[in-house]
């Protein structure tokens, strides 16, 4: 029987199997297993809680985290090159095992390099090649909602602390955190294995009738030819300047909550929670939003919104209410670009090599990681407050701008380039 797919209904038929596959349920699994990527946010809950038990220094157990995300990121390049040779189920299995072993062993950990070789590289690897392989599968079954698709896994991600750092807390709190060290590692086990059944690879392009499917695929481009294309460039520079000012406000939400609005700490918590929400949000309605006006006009709104909260807006949020409308807006038009830039990355550069091409492209967050965050701790430590931080949030979202109207001119210059080679 050979492979069909029909884009708008419910069930597709791969290429690798003989029953149908309903790529929603892709997508449900695909977002289950980004969600275990998201409990990275527990870590801040856990940190305190090794601190007062091992009495570990602050800046040793802060470079566990650190070097978590560079592992995670650094995987993602293995992952993506090893996708086109490989079944997808078999790496996330992988991934999956390898980042529940990760937590799962850190509960045994009692010195410092243990948990740098358990937490954050065995975690850390798997968390990159869960996250790779699972974006990238689900990015294949929705050639027609590539949007939809990256906002429903990248929600998921960021909704995660919604659900695991209250339920981090209880366990810390009642057990300790080699306890909720195995718990978790127990329970990312269980939700890989089930969730890595349904992550199907999407079925081969030559008996697939839809133009958009034939033609994601037949303009994949390796990652070598990409890094030749001055676009591949350009937009690394506008992940990393897109995702630096919503960065900024994640990792300060509680100081910027109790410097500006006071707020104490059980408002501050409800803040968090809020700042997740909107992120989901942001990444579920801007994605699919970049469906139906472009990846390049959500782009630009979401980071001029997010520019001009933060010159004029979040600065004069001086009570609860303010503050939750500030942080709803940041969260949701953060939120949206980390949904759409996945998406560019397919547009531009095809499918074919989608996982290794968007982990160079997801580097460009790892930056971001580093210099939002970077950028209110040195501005608070030099002038005891966040103000200032925020007009130079908002000039460096400004410059993303200016960015994606660039990277757009060089996209179209590359497909132009490439219709006069074809032709």
Not at 3 to 15: F, W
Not at 209 to 238: F, H, I, K, N, V
Not at 273 to 301: C, E, Q, T, W
Request: aromatic share 12%; charged share 10%; with cysteine.
């Amino acid at each position: 029987m050979g492979s069909d797919m029909r884009v708008n209904g419910r069930m597709v038929e791969s290429s690798q199997r003989k029953r149908p596959v309903d790529r929603r349920a892709v997508l449900a699994a695909a977002g289950t297993l980004n969600a275990l990527v998201g409990a990275i946010y527990v870590w801040s809950i856990i940190s305190i809680a090794l601190a007062d038990e091992y009495g570990w220094s602050p800046q040793g157990i802060a470079f566990a985290y650190s070097l978590y995300i560079v592992c995670e990121c650094c995987s993602g390049f293995l992952a993506g090159y090893l996708q086109t040779r490989m079944d997808s189920r078999f790496l996330t299995l992988c991934g999956g095992v390898c980042l529940a072993s990760g937590w799962f062993l850190a509960g045994f950990a009692d010195a410092v390099p243990l948990l740098y070789l358990t937490f954050s590289m065995l975690g850390g690897i798997g968390s990159g090649f869960v996250y790779n392989v699972s974006v990238s599968t689900a990015t294949a079954w929705f050639p027609d909602k590539r949007g939809l698709a990256n906002g429903v896994c990248v929600g998921c991600l960021g909704l995660s602390p919604i659900v695991f750092a209250p339920l981090g807390s209880f366990l810390i709190g009642s057990f300790g955190s080699s306890f909720t060290f195995h718990a978790c590692g127990a329970f990312f086990a269980v939700a890989a294995v089930t969730a890595s059944r349904f992550l199907h690879k999407a079925p081969d392009s030559k008996p697939v009738p839809e133009q958009a499917y034939r033609d994601a695929l037949e303009s994949g481009m390796t990652t070598a030819r990409m890094l030749r294309q001055p676009s591949a460039y350009l937009m690394w520079l506008l992940f990393a300047v897109s995702a630096s000012a919503g960065m900024m406000v994640t990792g300060h939400a509680a100081g910027i909550g109790a410097e500006l609005a006071g707020l104490t700490a059980a408002q501050n918590a409800a803040q968090v929670s809020i700042l997740a929400l909107a992120n989901f949000s942001g990444r579920l309605a801007f994605g699919m939003l970049s469906d139906r006006f472009g990846r390049y006009p959500v782009l630009a709104f979401c980071m001029a919104t997010t520019a001009l909260t933060m010159a004029f807006f979040l600065g004069n949020a001086h009570d609860f209410a303010t503050l939750t409308a500030a942080f709803c807006i940041i969260g949701a038009t953060f939120g949206g670009c980390m949904a759409v830039m996945p998406a560019l990355t397919a547009d531009l550069f095809g499918i074919e090599h989608f996982g290794q091409n968007y982990a160079f492209m997801f580097s460009g967050y790892t930056c971001a990681s580093v210099i939002g965050p970077m950028l209110g701790a040195s501005v608070l430590a030099a002038t005891g407050s966040y103000l200032p931080a925020f007009p130079a949030a908002s000039a460096l979202t400004c410059a993303g701008i200016a960015l994606t109207a660039a990277t757009a001119y060089a996209g179209k210059r590359m497909r132009r380039s490439r219709t006069t080679d074809e032709s």
